[in-house]
């Protein structure tokens, strides 16, 4: 397979980007970034919006499918319509 990077969509230059935080370095790397896991959820949530419109807009609509359906749950998470400990 052959793929473009000239077609890859690039990340907004205001777009929070996730940190590791697996140490105390990564800690005090960025302090802006999502640690909560609501922040981690609002952050999924837009990221999962923009990938769906791009795969909306080369008609891959399983891959549509499943990022909606990511997005749905990850913004319900965030919004706290559903608990983050259910099973």
């Known amino acids: 397979m052959n793929l473009r990077m000239d077609r890859i969509a690039r990340p907004n230059k205001h777009q929070r980007?996730?940190?590791l935080r697996d140490n105390a370095a990564a800690e005090t790397a960025d302090a802006s970034a999502p640690n909560s896991p609501a922040e981690v959820a609002?952050?999924?949530a837009d990221m999962t919006a923009q990938l769906t419109s791009m795969a909306a807009a080369a008609r891959l609509d399983l891959l549509t499918?499943?990022?909606s359906m990511a997005n749905a749950e990850s913004?319900?998470?965030a919004q706290?319509?559903?608990p983050?400990?259910?099973p």
């Open 17 to 19: 980007k996730p940190v």
């Open 42 to 44: 609002r952050y999924i």
């Open 65 to 67: 499918y499943f990022l």
């Open 75 to 77: 913004t319900a998470l």
């Open 80 to 82: 706290g319509t559903i």
């Open 84 to 86: 983050f400990d259910r």
